[in-house]
């Protein structure tokens, strides 16, 4: 038996490091972009897939399928998925917002070199 691989914990220690690197350097703005494409480049890829998806009658998406998929049924799925969702606070504004909230109250006014004021 082979053991599991390592890589996926080594790409986020790399990239915890690096995002740790970027906000303490203070280049918040750098981290908030990044995020945005990041969300934009994932809604395109979706559209972009359902576009492909046309391509073959067996997965192709049509009106009876967007209506079925637009319409409210409970399910026990359903709910786990919202339990979940609430726990770890799944959204894309979130990467917005959150930040845009850290600013407005005032937690990186602190941030930058440090100057030896009173402040």
């Known amino acids: ?70 319409s409210f049924r409970a399910t026990a799925g359903i709910a786990t998925a919202l339990a979940a969702f609430g726990i770890i606070g799944v959204g894309a504004s979130e990467l917005v917002v959150y930040p845009y909230w850290c600013l407005e109250k005032g937690y990186a006014r602190f941030t930058g070199k440090r100057d030896q004021s009173e402040a």
């Not at 790399?14 to 703005?29: F, R």
């Not at 994932?42 to 967007?66: K, R």
């Open 1 to 70: 038996m082979t053991a599991p691989p390592w890589d996926d914990k080594i790409w986020a220690a790399i990239i915890a490091v690096v995002t740790a690197v970027v906000l303490v350097v203070g280049h918040y703005s750098l981290v908030q972009n990044f995020s945005t494409i990041m969300v934009a480049l994932f809604t395109l890829i979706t559209v972009i897939n359902l576009v492909m998806l046309q391509n073959n009658a067996t997965w192709a998406v049509g009106m009876e399928d967007i209506v079925t998929g637009l």
